[in-house]
C-alpha cells in the first residue's frame, strides 16, 4: 500500500489547512487510516484516526474541536482539516493505515505510512 501525504505549507496562528493522502490500493475502504506528527526533537505522536468498518474517528485532545478526519473510499483519500491552528501545530504530519484494524493510538500498529507534509504555524 502505498500513501502519499499533502497539503502542508505555511499558515498563520488561527488559520486553517486541509491535508490529504491518497492511495494507490484498491481496497481503501478496508484499512484504518490515521495521522500522526512529529514536531523537532519529539517522538511521532497520534493526531486522528478513521475506522475501515464504521467510519468511527477518534481525535488526540490537543486538537479535538479543531481538527476533523474524514475520508472519501471513492477517492482513496483520507484527509485531515485543520482550524485554529497554534504554532505548537507545528510538525511533519504523517498519514498511516493498517488492514482491517480498530483505532490505535500508536504508531508501531500501523503498517503503512506516507512519506510526510511539514505544517509550519508562524506569524
Known amino acids: 500500500v502505498q500513501l502519499q501525504a499533502f497539503g502542508g505549507g505555511l499558515v498563520q496562528p488561527g488559520g486553517s489547512l486541509r491535508l490529504s493522502c491518497a492511495s494507490s490500493?484498491?481496497?481503501?475502504?478496508?484499512?484504518?487510516l490515521g495521522w500522526f506528527r512529529q514536531a523537532p526533537g519529539k517522538e511521532r505522536e497520534f493526531v486522528a484516526a478513521i475506522s475501515w468498518s464504521a467510519g468511527i474517528t477518534n481525535l488526540a485532545d490537543s486538537v479535538k474541536g479543531r481538527f476533523t478526519i474524514s475520508r472519501d473510499n471513492a477517492k482513496n483519500t483520507v484527509y485531515l482539516l485543520m482550524g485554529s491552528l497554534k504554532p505548537e501545530d507545528t510538525a511533519v504530519y504523517y498519514c498511516a493505515a493498517r488492514y482491517r484494524g480498530s483505532i490505535q493510538f500508536s504508531p508501531t500498529l500501523f503498517n503503512y505510512w506516507g512519506q510526510g507534509t511539514l505544517v509550519t504555524v508562524s506569524s
Open positions: 490500493t484498491g481496497v481503501f475502504s478496508l484499512y484504518t
